[in-house]
């Protein structure tokens, strides 16, 4: 089983903890990758879109975006995390999921990822945890992953491990460790379903990619859904 964790800070703080709670179910058992941003990936996304019309590879920062890109398609399972910056998930998280725009629906999406899960981890200081959850889902969602299950965890008072009350980590604990031990009963040899949300936004985008490849068979997103079968009756959770 593959692991491909993106921790959206290099602080080791308590979305750390909380994210090597969740991983203990899966050390003897699991080959775990781990990026730290923005370490792994230290540039911003600067919007030249030469990702989407020449190809991933023109990208200014393919060597990093690559990389990444390669360990999230061959992972079984994707863990996101990230604290909760001004009710949002972290700039540098923000930034590869900006680079990551060509495995959008309506560009590229990768057919392994129709039959992926995924895990978000998140927490802040009162309220904020659900947005910056948000922002990491929305992305995962349009990748075409369907089965996406969200931790958040609202502190009061301090964002410090070592200063929370016991009561509060003991709290924080069981709640990911419940978490771990729900995600550790997954048959990950069995593809995760597609719901009927992301079918209907592959139909939408494909009724587009079916008029721009027809208008240009050279565009390279066209001639991607072209090659795929997927403007025929081809569809990718069919595939996996």
């Not at 996406?148 to 990911?176: H, N, P, Y």
Request: glycine share 6%; net charge positive.
């Amino acid at each position: 089983m593959n692991i491909t964790v993106i921790n959206g800070t290099e602080k080791h703080g308590v979305t750390y903890r909380l994210k090597e709670m969740f991983l203990a179910a899966f050390r003897d058992r699991a080959d775990i990758t781990e990026y730290y941003l923005p370490k792994d990936c230290p540039h911003f996304c600067r919007g030249c879109v030469s990702c989407t019309i020449k190809g991933e590879n023109t990208c200014k920062d393919a060597e990093y975006i690559v990389k990444i890109d390669r360990s999230l398609l061959e992972a079984d399972l994707i863990v996101m995390t990230s604290p909760a910056y001004v009710f949002h998930t972290t700039g540098a998280m923000k930034a590869l999921l900006d680079h990551l725009v060509y495995r959008w629906l309506p560009h590229r999406p990768a057919p392994e990822m129709f039959g992926k899960r995924a895990v978000i981890i998140t927490q802040c200081l009162g309220a904020g945890a659900k947005s910056a959850a948000k922002d990491i889902k929305h992305s995962l969602s349009w990748w075409g992953i369907s089965e996406i299950e969200i931790f958040t965890g609202a502190l009061m008072g301090d964002i410090v491990w070592e200063r929370l009350s016991e009561k509060k980590r003991s709290e924080l604990t069981q709640k990911v460790k419940k978490l771990s031990h729900k995600s550790a009963q997954t048959d990950y040899t069995k593809p995760a379903h597609t719901n009927l949300i992301t079918k209907l936004k592959f139909s939408v985008c494909r009724l587009m990619q079916q008029k721009l490849h027809k208008n240009d068979p050279e565009y390279l997103d066209g001639k991607y859904w072209a090659e795929q079968g997927w403007l025929g009756k081809a569809r990718p959770w069919k595939q996996l």
